[in-house]
């Protein structure tokens, strides 16, 4: 393992070296089941797809769709047993067969946290017509059971055009002289939301698949699609995770989409303990707070000394912000060594 990671190290280095690099894992004491190798982390459940996604988000307006690799990776200490869908709560044996048929994809291992990446490739869609159209599908239908009529996943992607041609037809309205490659305001696009799903459900039933779902399941599907596509990024998409899972996590997620600009750190259940050092560029979580403590000690590399001076600059005038059980900044100065 260390060999293969000062391998990919040094590819980085020289490939990459104005970007940084994010390593995750998990050591694994099997605590609650054999140590196995389908049963290490970091963990996904899909394997690696290409989809157009749309880009733009963190900039505020929508620049047009880009090929781009789609993968879920997830660390987690704890236990996933249940999640709410619909109205109804399933225990984790039901989910994994459903994930299997949403996805498309045989579960890659038996344990739960391989789940866990199962369900963020549901819920992450921001950007995507084609995950977006499988969320409202999965998610906007109440339903009794999970035990229905699955579509295959070339009817998801169907969706997904409808709903690519409702976008486009905005972009070309919203374009001066119709040019239907300008870019648009996120604020102008989410004001006519309700405009994007009506449009989608009149595309739906004048032009879609036979779903078999009454005309309010139909609009129910279109609104949560339409909303999924614009919000759901990886943190809302692991908040709404946690808000419908229960169990206890110590959670990591990410997406290769977003690996340039996010990662997601969530707990409930179990600690997650984070440590910056600022001179040295590093970033630690862990659920154990003593593991953050391996960087102590560790000198900084001369030739990164500006990056790092930077880095530290950065931190003392960002402000760092809890949800609950939160510092004062003037002991997180303390904390991260700032002053």
Not at 8 to 16: C, D, I, Q, V
Not at 194 to 221: C, E
Request: some cysteine; charged content about 25%.
């Amino acid at each position: 393992l260390r060999q293969g990671l000062e391998s990919t190290e040094r590819w980085s280095f020289r490939r990459l070296p104005e970007f940084g690099r994010i390593y995750a894992g998990h050591t694994r004491f099997a605590t609650s089941s054999k140590a196995t190798f389908d049963g290490t982390h970091p963990h996904q459940w899909s394997s690696p797809q290409s989809l157009d996604m749309y880009i733009g988000w963190s900039e505020g307006c929508l620049k047009g769709k880009v090929s781009k690799n789609f993968e879920i990776f997830v660390t987690h200490n704890g236990d996933f047993d249940f999640l709410d869908v619909g109205d109804r709560t399933y225990e984790l044996g039901a989910i994994q067969d459903w994930l299997e048929r949403a996805t498309g994809q045989k579960r890659p291992s038996g344990v739960d946290s391989a789940a866990i990446a199962g369900v963020m490739d549901l819920m992450r869609t921001q950007g995507s017509v084609f995950l977006s159209a499988r969320f409202g599908f999965l998610f906007g239908v109440k339903r009794l059971t999970l035990d229905y009529e699955m579509p295959p996943q070339k009817t998801f992607q169907l969706l997904g055009t409808l709903m690519d041609e409702v976008l486009q037809e905005y972009l070309k309205d919203g374009a001066p002289g119709g040019a239907s490659t300008s870019l648009s305001s996120l604020s102008s696009l989410e004001a006519r939301q309700a405009d994007l799903v009506q449009n989608y459900f009149t595309r739906i039933k004048t032009k879609g698949p036979n779903l078999s779902l009454s005309d309010d399941d139909l609009l129910a599907m279109a609104e949560t699609a339409i909303s999924a596509f614009l919000e759901n990024d990886l943190l809302l998409a692991t908040r709404l995770f946690m808000t419908k899972a229960k169990g206890s996590f110590g959670l990591c997620v990410m997406c290769s989409v977003d690996a340039h600009r996010q990662m997601v750190i969530a707990a409930r259940g179990q600690t997650m303990s984070v440590a910056f050092y600022p001179e040295t560029g590093l970033l630690l979580y862990a659920s154990e707070q003593a593991a953050v403590k391996a960087a102590l000690g560790i000198k900084p590399d001369k030739h990164k000394m500006r990056e790092s001076s930077d880095i530290a600059e950065k931190s003392r005038s960002t402000s760092v912000k809890f949800s609950r059980n939160c510092r004062s900044h003037q002991d997180l100065e303390e904390f991260m060594d700032l002053e």
